[in-house]
């Protein structure tokens, strides 16, 4: 499956973001999705996962609270709603799509969309 994603920019601590992440392909209600994150750095490292029906959603503690994930399977996309933004926040957000494996790994996922900037300013 491919994926693209979009949404990021620079937003002012407090502020909010939805990202989006689109993908192509008829099968995408059979990925688990996740979106991750890296900042300058540092290691990538996992944001939110989401179950294939979208019943079930994790959050990194860092996150829990602030961060909504959700997906829309008529749509073929994903989304990260991104609440009470703070500084430590900024880093280029990637989605990405897996069939098995662990949620919370990198490794896991077999497909990353591009990646999106959100720049949070204080």
């Known amino acids: 499956v491919q994926l693209q994603a979009s949404g990021g920019g620079l937003v002012q601590a407090g502020g909010f973001l939805r990202l989006s992440c689109a993908a192509a392909?008829?099968?995408?209600?059979?990925?688990?999705m996740g979106w991750f994150r890296q900042a300058p750095g540092k290691e990538r490292e996992f944001v939110s996962g989401i179950s294939l029906s979208g019943g079930n959603k994790f959050y990194a503690d860092s996150v829990t609270g602030r961060f909504t994930m959700s997906r829309d399977n008529d749509k073929n996309t994903v989304y990260l709603q991104m609440n009470s933004l703070k500084p430590e926040d900024t880093a280029v957000y990637y989605c990405?799509?897996?069939?098995?494996?662990?949620?919370?790994?990198?490794?896991?996922?077999?497909?990353w969309g591009q990646g999106t900037l959100v720049t949070v300013s204080s």
């Open positions: 392909g008829r099968t995408f209600s059979s990925y688990a």
């Open positions: 990405a799509a897996r069939t098995g494996g662990s949620m919370w790994s990198a490794l896991s996922y077999e497909s």
